[in-house]
Structures are given as structure tokens and as C-alpha cells.
């Protein structure tokens, strides 16, 4: 079949293509056919043999590597081809999105080896939804083009400070201040790195305009900074620009080049710039194959960069990446919660669900004091539970530490933090004319507990949301905001906390050790891990209806990996979607 | 000299080719003073402050009209009582025209019926569903001033949870697209776009050969950077071009803004001493009460006079006409303790029984503060027989204010709210205290906006300006 879509494309039959194409959205018969074209000898992109008259619609030819047209990078890429990935029909769209603070400060640290965390300020701040890399909240401006003009100069005069930064980072020896051949030679080669693709002659060659101000200055490496501010600047860099090339039949999908597979991989998986290795198998074409894909894709997560952005996915969905404690206290809550993720999703693969049911926890002296617990001999080890009363996830300080209203845990917002963070189960506004007041029920006469306090909620209109939030923070009142066991209200040693919750269901609890057994049983846990893992890889929020299909064969990747979030992860990058993009039509008025 | 110049502000073609013009000079209304008034350029500043105001005994003046008192969150007016009107019993109603949504979190809820004048969505948005007024009267009053709006902040970071859009207070209705203008907090970058390239009236050229070559590298990568953007724009399906259009937009803009130096005009304008840099942003945590937070503080006192002066400034130098300034994000969590030397909490919590009604008056009158020094500057700024603030209208608004304590005393409302205006353009008479009996903050703006030439009654969801502000 390679030879012979190998020869159909040698031949320039595009109609073939189309045909093919079409099978492919029939189902069984196209299996063959493949998003992925023909093996090429140059990266052209999919798609482009069924362009109509070889000059296709979106981009024009070259698109492939983003090329200007006629120029063709030497790079070879002989594919085979995959087959046509199930669940193409119901790929939901995606908009281009823009690289975060976070991701900019890491890319840069990987291109220029240098810490640009204290200067991205001028960046406009990114809206965490939970996460912060929503793609409808990243509207240009004028300040973000000054600012990202700024921190291109800044990261410019960093990078090239010292002899030995100069030389590391340019790669060649200038015989001379205007040494056209080794600008070049940098040009490329920084461009690659940064803008995740091969430039052409042409491009590079547009960069020379530099060398005056070098020859002028008598200083190589002022033209060197120009490369840098330029580069940083490109829109290339700040958008993943996923053009891709269209697919015959399809109005609004694409399937991206594999430079641009392996931005979306890296991207995703590190929150960076692609790697050397990485850029490497894109050139040679084994990106492209499901094999060389998974491969990659297994590399890159198993990285400590893979391990610490699953790490920062969590802290985001369950809203501790900000901890309100001491910094000392907040990273030892960081610590403890990003060693149990680390060892249920990387270091013994397993289902989890795990996180909420562990009995033991990597806990440090400090914890150990707070949870009331045995003291580690030194640093931090795993520590045993000395009961069932505290399991898992909810036990942690950097889970009890939200739900807070004033110095105090409020049992409305806890339950409702567990409604929606961890079930994806939203709790609606008050209705129009209910008084949102935002402040904790005021005492009453006679009854200052906080259980009476509340008891106000329990009627009325209130009842009927408040009724499903209340109950479960009462669940944990017995835990204060860092995790602290207690057995009476915060001041009111005569308010014994009974510990006593209720789900929605009616089924009672106490305690965040019964509370994680309940969640575990409930399907809504795993089906918001997978509506939390789509939402961040597609960078928006999940779209009732025009995601469900998508969503549901992430489920079903959970499913067949017994939940391995790592396992089912790869199995859905490689599942052949990933490398498709359906266009998201612009929507002129966001309002999310 | 003055025939050269207006020969001159016919369009001038730059060195790259692009097309500058030169703003208002005072040489366009010609000698006489009456000329010269007729047509100084009129000036449009909406101010914001995330603060829920304290309680109505803190600000409300005992007097109503002109000679009125000043309480503590308005001790800060005192140069400038004449020259600013106190409009208190504001509320922005809980359902109906332009409302907060009752149901709906309190605090960025207050955006959209605040600048834009239409209700807040149901799930508390702090995104307007319309334009904001600054930027319904920025291609108004444009004329040939450089920059068509600014939009600054002195807050430059969220500080907790996390939202950006919290801090944006400008949105411009482009054809379908409502675009936020998200503000500049950095005011070393304030300071270079407004003073790059700048020749100050009456002479004096850029002479710093180092800064001249920096200059002349700046444009030859933004013009790569530009070239780049327009190849990249032109690949794009239409649905991720008319995404990221305005980025190649704001790009070609900056790059013409720094491609002309521009002949400033005004007979006060000067360009301001170097800023230096930014001072840094921080997050820190502290033991408050029992517990520990996050707040922040970012050297706001000493970020918001150098936006002030940028402010002045860029209205003195015509080089806008229109500006919006977000002194504090909405439910700001800035440091109280760093910001104003009251007990360590934020700035949000203090509303929540973290502080006191006066440590709440304080903060607000932080914010009224550096208001203040903006009406005194353009105050003081000579223009033709007058002066900038008598061409300028200008709106002070706080996110929230307070209900009566007596019924619930719930700091985060629509209630009890006051606003602030400044200056005499269109017949505007400031200078007094008026009692509003819960008019929506935003006839505020409308006034301002009439005031300043907009031949429009309504905002949004609201009609009417407040007479009363021109009486």
C-alpha cells in the first residue's frame, strides 16, 4: 500500500487523494489511506497532493514546513503511512493558541539558558480556568506585543552576556563582525529551536539585514541579539501556528505537519519548545510514524520536564498551585502532593484513582507535626497513616487549604470545591433575588456554632444548592485549612465538630478517608479527570455535545488502561487524532 | 516657524513610508486666545478602583452641593475640592438595566455595568458584552494625537486566584469584535512608547548617539518582525486570521509609532525623567490572624505616580485624548500594609471585617489620592486662555460599595456606591456634592462622554446623563 500511494503521489494524481481521503471518513475501507500521505522525500504536507491545481487553499505550497514556497528544507522523511484514526468526524475544533508565562519562561530556558521568570510581568497575566492556557482568554494587544518586545530584549542581553554564552549559544566562531556564514549558519539553527521548524534560505536570508549593525558596531553579536529579539518575537513562537494542511472533503480540518506535531507533543507534554531529539525525529520522519510517535511521546513524559507538567496539570485542576501558607509550609504541601502523583502516574503506573485511596504519604518534620503523625528521620519519607481517617489526595494540605472564606474553612465553599473540582458537577449561582452575600452566616442568638450558623442554608431557597454543598464541607470540618486536625470550631472550644457528611445522595460520610472511598465509587471522579485532561490539551473548556464523541473515547482510553493517566494519555496521543486540528470558528464577542 | 509647522501637519510621509501626522499645536487655532480655546482638544479619562468602598459615613459629605465637606476616603481632595464633584448614593441594581446579577459573585461582576453599562452574564463575567465609554469616544476625539487610547493599570499582577482579566477595564467594539485592550502596567514601557522617538515643543533633538543607534536597531527588527507577521497572517484560515489579526495590527502600529519621531505640542510639555526600571513584582505570604496568605505588592506607591505623570503627559504632549486607568485590579489582593501602613492584610479582606471602616476609607482614599494628583497637574497645565483639566472630563469609579450596615452591612454590593468627576469640558461644573438617589454609576460616564462631544444618551443599557453635573 506505501508503494503504491508512493507511486500515486509521484504521479501527482490528486484525485487519488481525494478519493482516498474519502474512503478514509467511510470507515473500514480507508483504514489504509491515512491522514498521513504518502512516504515524500521532503516534509510536504499531507493534504497537499488533493490541493486543487498543486496549490493548496490554506497556505499555499511549502506549508509543510511553513517554507516559503520553493524552497524545500534538505531534510528527508520517508513515513509510512498510518492508518486512518477512528473518531476524526468527531474532533472538536481548537483555536491557535498562545504561549503562557509559564511556557514562554521555559521555552526560553531551554533556547537560551537563561531565568526570565522575574521579567514576564509586562506579559499580560493568563486567566486560570483552571488552567492557564485557555485560548479564549489570549487576545492580542498592544501590550502584549510591547511586552513581548521588552522581555525579547531583556532575554537577548542575558543570553549573550559572558564568551562562553556567546559561544554556546551561536554555535559558530565569527572570523569577523559581518562573518555572513556563520550568522546565517545561527540563524538557522536558533530559528529551528525556537520556531519548531526549518527556516528556508529565503527566511534566513531576511535576517542579514542584521549584519550592518554588526559591522558598524564592530561587534558580531549585537547583530546575534537582533537574531534573538527577532526570533522571540516572531508570531511563530508566540502561537503554536497550526496550519496544517487541509483534508480533502473537510471543510474545517487539517492535519498538521509533523514540525507541527511535534510543537503540539512538546507543548503539551513539557510546556515548551520541542528538543534537540525531538526537532531531530521530525526531520528524519519518525515522528510521523505511530511507532516513532509513541516513542517520543513516551520520552518526553517520562522526562522530569513530562513529570513535573502532569504534576503542575494537577495542581491547576485541583486549585493548589497558589498555596496560601508560609512558603516553607507551601512547599512541603507541594512536595507531598507532587510525590504521590508522581508515584501513581510515572514511578509504578497504576490505576489513578489511587491518589484519594494511598495510606501512606511523603511527609516531612514539619507535616508530620501539623497531620499529627510520625516524623520522618530525616527530610521527607513515606509515611504510614496511622488510620483510615485520613487517605489519599483529600488528607493533604494543599487540598484542605481551598474552600477558605476569611480565616476559616467554610463548609459551602469545600463542598462546592469537591462538587466541581473533583466531579466536574457545577453548582449553579444563586438564583436572581437571593442575596449573595459572600460572607459566612452571621451568628445567632443563642447558637454560634458554625453548624447552627449554617443551619440558615438548610431552608428555603438556599436548600436547595446549599443542601448539596454544605453537607460534604461539614464532612471535613474536623481538617482546617492546612490539613490540621481539629475536634471544635476555630475560638469556640464549645463547638465540638462531629465530622459528620453527606453527598447529594444521602450517603454519609466522615472524614476525608470515607469522603475518597465515596469519591472513587462515584464515575463522575474519572469521567472529570477526563474532561480535565481534554479541556488542557484542547486549551479551552469542554463543549457540551460537539465534545462528547471526543471525550468519550478519551474515557474509553482510561478504561483500557485499567486508568494509568500515563498509559491512557499515550494510547490517546497516538491514537492518530492528535495529529488533526478542526479549526474553531472565531467567535467575534467572548464572554466566558 | 509657526507657517513651517502648519505646512507640516499636513500627513507626512516617514522613512519607512508610513504615514504620520503630527498632533493638535496650538499654532492650528491660530493667535488668538478664543481660537485657541474653540479648538484645544478635548480629553476623556475614566478611572477604576478595585475597592469595595467602606461604609457611607467614610466618604459621604454632610453637605450637599458646592463647598461640600470631606470625609476620610476624600481627604485627598482637598487641593482639588473645586475642581472635582462627589456623586454618592450611586447603585448598580441587582436585576434590570445594567445590572451586577444579584446571583453572581460579587466584585469583576461589576465591569460590565461599571464602564460599559450592560448587565454582567450569569456567570459573573468580567468581561462587558458592550464597549467601554473610553472607547466609544476614542475615535472622536482622536484628531492627530498618536496613540488613538491608553489603557494603563498600577497593579501589574493578579496576586491571587488567578484571573487576568480581572485588571482589564477597556473593551473597543471592532465591527462584530469586542476586543479587551488589555492595560500596560509596566510604566517603563509606558514611558519608552510614549517618549520614544519624541521631540519635546520648541525644540531640543534627540542627541544621545546611544540611544539613536538602539533606535535604529528597534526598527530594523520590528520591521523583520512585521514582515514575518504579515507572510504568517496571510497562510491563515480565516477563522485563526481574524483571531490573530489584531496581533500583526498592534504590531505595524508600534512599529509606525516608533518609525516617526513626532513633533510634540502643548505649552507645558516636557519629557518626563527616565522611570528607570520597573519596580519588582512580588507575591509573598504572610501569618495573618491564624493563617497564612498570599498577597502582594508590586511597589504600587511608587508605580502610580509615574503613571500619573505619563498620564499628564500624554494629555499635556497631545499624544492622547483618551485613557483608561486601572489603579487596582477588581477584589484586589494587594498588601494593605505595604500599600498604606495599616496592618498586613489585603485589600479585599479588608472589606470582610479584615480592618476597620477607616483602614477601608484609607485604601479607598489611596486610590483618590493619585486620582487627585492627576486633576492637579492638568489643573496646572496652562492651555490657551485656560487650562487642560477646563478641555479634560474625567471619572473616578470604585468597584462596589456598601450596604446600609443597619440591614445587613455586607460590604460587596451595588449599593451605597460613589463616583467621582473631574473637569470642565462641554460644560461641565465641578465642584460639589450630589446626592443621586441610586442614579447607575455609569449616567456618570454618560455625562462625561456628552461632555466631552458624544452625541449619544445612552451606554450600554442605561439613558441619561446627571444634569445636575452641569448645572
Given at each position: 500500500?506505501n508503494?503504491?500511494?508512493?507511486?500515486?503521489?509521484?504521479?501527482?494524481?490528486?484525485?487519488?487523494?481525494?478519493?482516498?481521503?474519502?474512503c478514509?471518513?467511510?470507515?473500514?475501507?480507508?483504514?489504509?489511506?491515512?491522514?498521513?500521505?504518502?512516504?515524500?522525500?521532503?516534509p510536504?504536507?499531507?493534504?497537499?497532493?488533493?490541493?486543487?491545481?498543486?496549490?493548496?487553499?490554506?497556505g499555499g505550497?511549502?506549508t509543510?514546513?511553513?517554507?516559503?514556497?520553493?524552497?524545500?528544507?534538505?531534510?528527508?522523511?520517508t513515513?509510512?503511512?498510518?492508518?486512518?484514526?477512528?473518531?476524526?468526524?468527531?474532533?472538536?475544533?481548537?483555536?491557535?493558541?498562545?504561549?503562557?508565562?509559564?511556557?514562554?519562561?521555559?521555552?526560553?530556558?531551554?533556547?537560551?539558558?537563561?531565568?526570565?521568570?522575574?521579567?514576564?510581568?509586562?506579559?499580560?497575566?493568563?486567566?486560570?480556568?483552571?488552567f492557564?492556557?485557555?485560548?479564549?482568554?489570549?487576545?492580542?494587544?498592544?501590550?502584549?506585543?510591547?511586552?513581548?518586545?521588552?522581555?525579547?530584549?531583556?532575554a537577548?542581553?542575558?543570553?549573550?552576556?559572558?564568551?562562553?554564552?556567546?559561544?554556546?549559544?551561536?554555535?559558530?566562531?565569527?572570523?569577523?563582525?559581518?562573518?555572513?556564514?556563520c550568522?546565517?549558519?545561527?540563524?538557522?539553527?536558533?530559528?529551528?529551536?525556537?520556531?519548531?521548524?526549518?527556516?528556508s534560505?529565503?527566511?534566513?536570508?531576511?535576517?542579514?539585514?542584521?549584519?550592518?549593525?554588526?559591522?558598524?558596531?564592530?561587534?558580531?553579536?549585537?547583530?546575534?541579539?537582533?537574531?534573538?529579539?527577532?526570533?522571540?518575537?516572531?508570531?511563530?513562537?508566540?502561537?503554536?501556528?497550526e496550519?496544517?494542511?487541509?483534508?480533502?472533503?473537510?471543510?474545517?480540518?487539517?492535519?498538521l505537519?509533523?514540525?507541527?506535531?511535534?510543537?503540539?507533543?512538546?507543548?503539551?507534554?513539557?510546556?515548551?519548545?520541542?528538543?534537540?531529539?525531538?526537532l531531530?525525529?521530525?526531520?528524519?520522519?519518525?515522528?510521523?510514524?505511530?511507532?516513532?510517535?509513541?516513542?517520543?511521546?513516551?520520552?518526553l513524559?517520562?522526562?522530569?520536564?513530562g513529570?513535573?507538567?502532569?504534576?503542575?496539570?494537577?495542581?491547576?485542576?485541583?486549585?493548589?498551585?497558589?498555596?496560601?501558607?508560609?512558603?516553607s509550609?507551601?512547599?512541603?504541601?507541594?512536595?507531598?502532593t507532587?510525590?504521590?502523583?508522581?508515584?501513581v502516574v510515572?514511578?509504578?503506573?497504576?490505576?489513578?484513582?489511587?491518589?484519594?485511596?494511598?495510606?501512606?504519604?511523603?511527609?516531612?518534620?514539619?507535616?508530620?507535626?501539623?497531620?499529627?503523625?510520625?516524623?520522618?528521620?530525616?527530610?521527607?519519607?513515606?509515611?504510614?497513616?496511622?488510620?483510615?481517617?485520613?487517605?489519599?489526595?483529600?488528607?493533604?494540605?494543599?487540598?484542605?487549604?481551598?474552600?477558605?472564606?476569611?480565616?476559616?474553612?467554610?463548609?459551602?465553599?469545600?463542598?462546592?470545591?469537591?462538587l466541581?473540582?473533583?466531579?466536574?458537577?457545577?453548582?449553579?449561582?444563586?438564583?436572581?433575588?437571593?442575596?449573595?452575600?459572600d460572607?459566612?452566616?452571621?451568628?445567632?442568638?443563642?447558637?454560634?456554632?458554625?453548624?447552627?450558623?449554617?443551619?440558615?442554608?438548610?431552608?428555603?431557597?438556599?436548600?436547595?444548592?446549599?443542601?448539596?454543598?454544605?453537607?460534604?464541607?461539614?464532612?471535613?470540618?474536623?481538617?482546617?485549612?492546612?490539613?490540621?486536625?481539629?475536634?471544635?470550631?476555630?475560638?469556640?472550644?464549645?463547638?465540638?465538630?462531629?465530622?459528620?457528611?453527606?453527598?447529594?445522595?444521602?450517603?454519609?460520610?466522615?472524614?476525608p478517608?470515607?469522603?475518597?472511598?465515596?469519591?472513587?465509587?462515584?464515575?463522575?471522579?474519572?469521567?472529570?479527570?477526563?474532561?480535565?485532561?481534554?479541556?488542557?490539551?484542547?486549551?479551552?473548556?469542554?463543549?457540551?455535545?460537539?465534545?462528547?464523541?471526543?471525550?468519550?473515547?478519551?474515557?474509553?482510553?482510561?478504561?483500557?488502561?485499567?486508568?494509568?493517566l500515563?498509559?491512557?494519555?499515550?494510547?490517546?496521543?497516538?491514537?492518530?487524532?492528535?495529529?488533526?486540528?478542526?479549526?474553531?470558528?472565531?467567535?467575534a464577542?467572548?464572554?466566558? | 516657524?509657526?507657517?513651517?509647522l502648519?505646512?507640516?501637519?499636513?500627513l507626512?510621509t516617514?522613512?519607512?513610508?508610513?504615514?504620520?501626522?503630527?498632533?493638535?499645536?496650538?499654532?492650528?487655532?491660530?493667535?488668538?486666545?478664543?481660537?485657541q480655546?474653540?479648538?484645544?482638544?478635548?480629553?476623556?479619562?475614566?478611572?477604576?478602583?478595585?475597592?469595595?468602598?467602606?461604609?457611607?459615613?467614610?466618604?459621604?459629605?454632610?453637605?450637599?452641593?458646592?463647598?461640600?465637606?470631606?470625609?476620610?476616603?476624600?481627604?485627598?481632595?482637598?487641593?482639588?475640592?473645586?475642581?472635582?464633584?462627589?456623586?454618592?448614593?450611586?447603585?448598580?441594581?441587582?436585576?434590570?438595566?445594567?445590572?451586577?446579577?444579584?446571583?453572581?459573585?460579587?466584585?469583576?461582576?461589576?465591569?460590565?455595568?461599571?464602564?460599559?453599562?450592560?448587565?454582567?452574564?450569569?456567570?459573573?463575567?468580567?468581561?462587558?458584552?458592550?464597549?467601554?465609554?473610553?472607547?466609544?469616544?476614542?475615535?472622536?476625539?482622536?484628531?492627530?494625537?498618536?496613540?488613538?487610547?491608553l489603557?494603563?493599570?498600577?497593579?501589574?499582577?493578579?496576586y491571587?486566584?488567578?484571573?487576568?482579566?480581572w485588571?482589564?477595564?477597556?473593551?473597543?467594539?471592532?465591527g462584530?469584535?469586542?476586543?479587551?485592550?488589555?492595560?500596560?502596567?509596566?510604566?517603563?514601557?509606558a514611558?519608552?512608547?510614549l517618549?520614544?522617538?519624541?521631540?519635546?515643543?520648541?525644540?531640543?533633538?534627540?542627541v544621545?548617539?546611544?540611544?539613536?543607534?538602539?533606535?535604529?536597531?528597534?526598527?530594523?527588527?520590528?520591521?523583520?518582525?512585521?514582515?514575518?507577521?504579515?507572510?504568517?497572517?496571510?497562510?491563515?484560515?480565516?477563522?485563526?486570521?481574524?483571531?490573530?489579526?489584531?496581533?500583526?495590527?498592534?504590531?505595524?502600529?508600534?512599529e509606525?509609532?516608533i518609525?516617526?519621531?513626532?513633533?510634540?505640542?502643548?505649552?507645558?510639555?516636557a519629557?518626563?525623567?527616565?522611570?528607570?526600571?520597573?519596580?519588582?513584582?512580588?507575591?509573598a505570604?504572610?501569618?495573618?490572624?491564624?493563617?497564612?496568605?498570599?498577597?502582594?505588592?508590586?511597589?504600587?506607591?511608587?508605580r502610580?505616580?509615574?503613571?500619573?505623570?505619563?498620564?499628564h503627559?500624554?494629555?499635556?504632549?497631545?499624544?492622547?485624548?483618551?485613557?483608561s486607568?486601572?489603579?487596582t485590579?477588581a477584589?484586589?489582593?494587594?498588601?494593605?500594609?505595604?500599600?498604606?501602613g495599616?496592618?498586613?492584610?489585603?485589600?479585599?479582606?479588608?472589606?470582610?471585617?479584615?480592618?476597620?471602616?477607616?483602614?477601608?476609607?484609607?485604601?479607598?482614599?489611596?486610590?483618590?489620592?493619585?486620582?487627585?494628583?492627576?486633576?492637579?497637574?492638568?489643573?496646572?497645565?496652562?492651555?490657551?486662555?485656560?487650562?487642560?483639566?477646563?478641555?479634560?472630563?474625567?471619572?473616578?469609579?470604585?468597584?462596589?460599595?456598601?450596604?446600609?450596615?443597619?440591614?445587613g452591612?455586607?460590604?460587596?454590593?451595588?449599593?451605597?456606591?460613589?463616583?467621582?468627576?473631574?473637569?470642565?469640558?462641554g460644560?461641565?461644573?465641578?465642584?460639589?456634592?450630589?446626592?443621586?438617589?441610586?442614579?447607575?454609576?455609569c449616567?456618570?460616564?454618560?455625562?462625561?462622554?456628552?461632555?466631552?462631544?458624544?452625541?449619544?444618551?445612552?451606554?450600554?443599557?442605561?439613558?441619561?446623563?446627571?444634569?445636575?453635573?452641569?448645572?
Amino acid at each position: 500500500m506505501n508503494g503504491l500511494l508512493r507511486t500515486v503521489r509521484s504521479a501527482r494524481s490528486a484525485p487519488i487523494w481525494a478519493i482516498l481521503a474519502v474512503c478514509a471518513c467511510a470507515g473500514e475501507a480507508g483504514r489504509s489511506a491515512g491522514g498521513k500521505p504518502a512516504a515524500s522525500s521532503t516534509p510536504t504536507p499531507p493534504g497537499t497532493p488533493g490541493s486543487t491545481g498543486g496549490n493548496a487553499g490554506l497556505g499555499g505550497p511549502g506549508t509543510g514546513t511553513g517554507a516559503s514556497p520553493g524552497t524545500v528544507p534538505t531534510t528527508s522523511n520517508t513515513t509510512p503511512v498510518p492508518p486512518v484514526p477512528a473518531g476524526l468526524s468527531t474532533l472538536g475544533p481548537t483555536a491557535i493558541p498562545r504561549i503562557t508565562r509559564t511556557e514562554y519562561v521555559a521555552s526560553i530556558k531551554s533556547l537560551l539558558n537563561i531565568d526570565v521568570s522575574g521579567d514576564v510581568s509586562v506579559l499580560p497575566p493568563d486567566s486560570f480556568t483552571p488552567f492557564d492556557n485557555a485560548a479564549d482568554y489570549q487576545s492580542p494587544s498592544s501590550t502584549l506585543i510591547q511586552g513581548l518586545r521588552a522581555v525579547a530584549e531583556i532575554a537577548s542581553d542575558k543570553a549573550m552576556q559572558t564568551p562562553e554564552q556567546k559561544a554556546a549559544l551561536v554555535g559558530c566562531t565569527p572570523a569577523a563582525a559581518n562573518d555572513e556564514a556563520c550568522f546565517r549558519q545561527f540563524v538557522a539553527s536558533f530559528s529551528l529551536k525556537a520556531l519548531h521548524r526549518p527556516l528556508s534560505d529565503a527566511e534566513v536570508g531576511a535576517f542579514v539585514a542584521f549584519l550592518p549593525f554588526a559591522q558598524q558596531g564592530n561587534d558580531f553579536y549585537i547583530a546575534a541579539k537582533m537574531v534573538v529579539q527577532a526570533v522571540l518575537q516572531n508570531m511563530e513562537f508566540v502561537y503554536r501556528t497550526e496550519i496544517g494542511s487541509p483534508v480533502t472533503g473537510e471543510t474545517d480540518l487539517v492535519s498538521l505537519t509533523d514540525w507541527e506535531l511535534g510543537a503540539r507533543l512538546s507543548y503539551l507534554v513539557w510546556g515548551e519548545t520541542p528538543d534537540a531529539a525531538l526537532l531531530d525525529s521530525v526531520a528524519k520522519g519518525t515522528l510521523g510514524t505511530p511507532a516513532g510517535f509513541r516513542t517520543e511521546a513516551l520520552r518526553l513524559l517520562s522526562d522530569p520536564r513530562g513529570v513535573s507538567r502532569i504534576q503542575r496539570f494537577h495542581a491547576m485542576s485541583f486549585g493548589y498551585e497558589q498555596l496560601p501558607h508560609s512558603a516553607s509550609l507551601s512547599l512541603a504541601f507541594r512536595t507531598e502532593t507532587d510525590a504521590l502523583v508522581k508515584r501513581v502516574v510515572f514511578d509504578t503506573p497504576s490505576p489513578w484513582f489511587n491518589l484519594f485511596q494511598s495510606t501512606d504519604t511523603y511527609i516531612n518534620q514539619e507535616l508530620a507535626t501539623l497531620y499529627g503523625m510520625a516524623a520522618p528521620a530525616s527530610g521527607y519519607a513515606w509515611t504510614p497513616y496511622p488510620d483510615a481517617t485520613r487517605t489519599g489526595l483529600l488528607s493533604q494540605g494543599s487540598i484542605l487549604s481551598n474552600g477558605a472564606k476569611g480565616n476559616d474553612t467554610s463548609p459551602t465553599r469545600r463542598g462546592k470545591y469537591i462538587l466541581e473540582r473533583m466531579l466536574c458537577s457545577p453548582v449553579p449561582p444563586p438564583p436572581p433575588g437571593v442575596a449573595n452575600t459572600d460572607q459566612p452566616p452571621p451568628p445567632v442568638a443563642g447558637a454560634n456554632c458554625k453548624k447552627d450558623r449554617y443551619a440558615a442554608h438548610s431552608t428555603g431557597t438556599c436548600a436547595g444548592c446549599h443542601g448539596q454543598m454544605d453537607p460534604i464541607g461539614f464532612g471535613l470540618e474536623n481538617y482546617d485549612l492546612s490539613g490540621k486536625r481539629r475536634e471544635t470550631d476555630e475560638g469556640r472550644p464549645e463547638c465540638t465538630i462531629t465530622g459528620a457528611g453527606q453527598l447529594p445522595t444521602g450517603t454519609t460520610f466522615n472524614g476525608p478517608g470515607e469522603l475518597s472511598k465515596l469519591l472513587v465509587a462515584d464515575d463522575r471522579l474519572g469521567q472529570c479527570l477526563a474532561q480535565r485532561l481534554y479541556e488542557f490539551t484542547v486549551q479551552r473548556p469542554l463543549q457540551a455535545t460537539t465534545d462528547d464523541a471526543a471525550l468519550k473515547t478519551l474515557r474509553e482510553h482510561f478504561n483500557g488502561t485499567q486508568f494509568s493517566l500515563r498509559d491512557a494519555l499515550l494510547d490517546w496521543l497516538g491514537s492518530g487524532t492528535f495529529r488533526y486540528r478542526r479549526i474553531e470558528p472565531f467567535k467575534a464577542q467572548v464572554v466566558p | 516657524m509657526k507657517s513651517s509647522l502648519l505646512s507640516r501637519r499636513t500627513l507626512l510621509t516617514g522613512s519607512a513610508g508610513a504615514v504620520v501626522a503630527l498632533p493638535w499645536l496650538e499654532a492650528m487655532a491660530g493667535k488668538g486666545a478664543a481660537a485657541q480655546a474653540a479648538t484645544a482638544p478635548l480629553r476623556f479619562m475614566v478611572g477604576f478602583g478595585g475597592v469595595t468602598c467602606g461604609g457611607p459615613s467614610t466618604f459621604t459629605p454632610t453637605t450637599v452641593g458646592a463647598g461640600y465637606d470631606l470625609k476620610r476616603a476624600l481627604m485627598p481632595l482637598a487641593n482639588v475640592k473645586d475642581d472635582v464633584t462627589v456623586v454618592t448614593g450611586l447603585a448598580i441594581p441587582p436585576s434590570g438595566a445594567g445590572s451586577w446579577g444579584g446571583g453572581s459573585i460579587w466584585h469583576a461582576s461589576s465591569i460590565g455595568p461599571l464602564l460599559s453599562g450592560v448587565s454582567t452574564p450569569d456567570n459573573g463575567s468580567p468581561r462587558p458584552k458592550g464597549p467601554t465609554a473610553d472607547q466609544r469616544v476614542a475615535d472622536l476625539l482622536k484628531g492627530n494625537a498618536k496613540f488613538r487610547s491608553l489603557e494603563y493599570r498600577v497593579q501589574p499582577q493578579v496576586y491571587r486566584e488567578h484571573n487576568g482579566t480581572w485588571g482589564i477595564i477597556s473593551y473597543n467594539q471592532n465591527g462584530n469584535t469586542l476586543q479587551p485592550n488589555e492595560p500596560q502596567s509596566s510604566p517603563r514601557i509606558a514611558y519608552d512608547a510614549l517618549f520614544t522617538g519624541f521631540t519635546p515643543p520648541g525644540g531640543g533633538t534627540m542627541v544621545d548617539p546611544v540611544a539613536q543607534q538602539k533606535l535604529l536597531r528597534d526598527r530594523s527588527v520590528l520591521d523583520l518582525v512585521k514582515q514575518q507577521a504579515e507572510t504568517l497572517i496571510g497562510r491563515l484560515s480565516m477563522p485563526d486570521k481574524q483571531r490573530l489579526q489584531r496581533h500583526f495590527e498592534e504590531i505595524r502600529t508600534l512599529e509606525m509609532q516608533i518609525a516617526n519621531s513626532a513633533q510634540a505640542s502643548g505649552v507645558a510639555c516636557a519629557q518626563l525623567a527616565d522611570p528607570g526600571a520597573d519596580p519588582a513584582t512580588n507575591t509573598a505570604t504572610y501569618d495573618m490572624f491564624d493563617m497564612a496568605r498570599v498577597v502582594g505588592y508590586s511597589g504600587e506607591n511608587e508605580r502610580a505616580p509615574i503613571m500619573t505623570n505619563l498620564m499628564h503627559m500624554a494629555f499635556a504632549c497631545d499624544q492622547t485624548r483618551t485613557i483608561s486607568m486601572a489603579y487596582t485590579f477588581a477584589q484586589s489582593f494587594i498588601d494593605t500594609q505595604a500599600l498604606m501602613g495599616i496592618h498586613r492584610t489585603d485589600l479585599h479582606e479588608l472589606g470582610h471585617g479584615g480592618g476597620t471602616d477607616e483602614e477601608t476609607a484609607d485604601c479607598t482614599a489611596w486610590h483618590v489620592k493619585h486620582f487627585a494628583e492627576l486633576v492637579g497637574l492638568l489643573k496646572n497645565t496652562p492651555e490657551g486662555n485656560g487650562t487642560v483639566l477646563d478641555n479634560t472630563a474625567m471619572v473616578m469609579l470604585f468597584e462596589g460599595g456598601n450596604e446600609d450596615p443597619v440591614n445587613g452591612g455586607d460590604p460587596h454590593s451595588g449599593q451605597n456606591m460613589f463616583a467621582l468627576i473631574a473637569g470642565r469640558a462641554g460644560g461641565l461644573k465641578p465642584g460639589k456634592h450630589i446626592i443621586a438617589n441610586g442614579k447607575h454609576p455609569c449616567n456618570m460616564l454618560i455625562s462625561a462622554m456628552q461632555a466631552v462631544g458624544l452625541q449619544s444618551d445612552t451606554h450600554g443599557e442605561l439613558t441619561g446623563k446627571i444634569p445636575e453635573l452641569f448645572a
